[in-house]
């Protein structure tokens, strides 16, 4: 049995009973950086065998994981943070289970993407989510440029680098439109932006991201809930 475990985005307490039976009762968990998940196992006394486990992890290791959970082990994958394979690491991982017939459970908990747009005041009766947009400047023209005429709330994760870039490019290729940022979601400093695009670089232009954003977009045509 293979489960997928989600853990907090930054408050600790962000985990589910159930989630943390799991993680004492696995065979083992296969995790990003074992140092990060350490910091959640020691917060919950869980003692635990840790397999550190990339996106680009060999197909060995995909294999030996496979291997112990025929013979009946059980395995809990999880991330740094949040949902495993929402822009995280497991996908090939649970295909290759799947194919298998090994037994795939997910259970439900935190995610970055669902926590904000929760509380955007965006439309969210129809959305998407489209995960990092790409670094380079040519890549991300073409990828705006593809999602212009979507009339549904678009979602996006990004660096605290690129967030004032990203807010330009959805100006200049969207057009106005309302738009939130949320960053440092469920941590200390969590804060919540809602504006129009002019607005947010305005603000953004101000100061330095700092932390970990979700930029969620209203769709062409939307009108504005708030
Ligand atoms: N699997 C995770 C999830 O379920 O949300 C996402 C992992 S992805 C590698 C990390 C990105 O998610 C961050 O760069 C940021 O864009 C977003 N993110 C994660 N935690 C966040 C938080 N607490 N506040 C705002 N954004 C967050």
Not at 103 to 121: D, F, K, M, N, R
Not at 132 to 160: C, H, M, Q, V
Not at 183 to 212: C, D, H, M, V
Request: neutral net charge; glycine residues 8%.
């Amino acid at each position: 049995m293979l489960f997928i475990v989600p853990t907090p985005i930054g408050n600790l307490r962000d985990i589910t009973f159930r989630a943390v039976d799991i993680l004492k009762s696995c065979d083992f968990i296969i995790c990003e950086d074992t140092r990060q998940t350490r910091k959640l196992l020691d917060a919950y006394e869980i003692q635990k065998t840790m397999i550190s486990f990339h996106e680009h992890s060999a197909k060995m290791k995909i294999e030996k994981i496979l291997y112990s959970l025929r013979e009946g082990q059980s395995a809990a994958l999880v991330s740094d943070g949040g949902t495993p394979l929402i822009s995280d690491p497991g996908f090939e991982l649970v295909r290759a289970a799947l194919r298998e017939g090994i037994q795939v459970e997910s259970l439900p908990g935190p995610c970055a993407l669902i926590t904000a747009l929760a509380a955007s005041g965006l439309a969210v009766d129809s959305f998407s989510f489209f995960g990092f947009p790409p670094a380079k400047p040519a890549g991300r023209r073409n990828f705006f440029s593809d999602l212009k005429e979507r009339e549904e709330t678009l979602i996006f994760y990004e660096s605290p680098f690129r967030v004032l870039q990203t807010l330009n490019d959805m100006k200049e290729i969207f057009g106005e439109r309302e738009a939130v940022v949320g960053r440092e979601l469920t941590k200390k400093f969590e804060e919540y932006q809602r504006g129009t695009l002019t607005t947010l670089i305005e603000n953004f232009s101000k100061k330095k991201a700092i932390g970990e954003f979700v930029i969620l977009v209203s769709g062409a045509g939307r009108k504005a809930v708030l």
